[in-house]
């Protein structure tokens, strides 16, 4: 049986099966077994070792969307990085801040926002 603890790792080159975490699909099993591990109250380190290509469509679907669900203070509790570049970390940062952004708007700016990029 798993502890509260316990450290799950997963590592995004066995995850994604190559050097490239880039897909929408990668990036969503990567956000449900995080938020598996999250809901059991488990620790969660990200291996990017080996990774050699990271897009922000991959990390908003892995890393963004869990701000739909947790707060800042949940995941910084729960997730820890390891194996980032400085440019994969700056972008990282940039996904987090955006994803903040956006799940504190109202519904209605949020489909004041959709309205405009769909025109």
Do not use: C, P, W
């Amino acid at each position: 049986m798993k502890t509260m603890n316990e450290l799950i790792k997963i590592n995004i080159f066995e995850l994604t099966g190559g050097k490239s975490a880039i897909s929408i699909e990668d990036g969503q099993l990567l956000f449900q077994r995080i938020d598996k591990a999250i809901q059991s109250q488990l620790n969660i380190e990200l291996d990017f070792s080996n990774i050699e290509i990271i897009t922000s469509t991959f990390l908003n679907s892995a890393i963004g969307n869990l701000y739909s669900k947790y707060s800042s203070d949940e995941l910084k509790k729960h997730l820890k990085t390891r194996g980032l570049n400085d440019d994969d970390r700056e972008l990282l940062i940039q996904v987090i801040e955006n994803a903040k952004k956006y799940f504190a708007l109202t519904e209605e700016q949020k489909e004041q926002i959709h309205s405009v990029l769909e025109e």
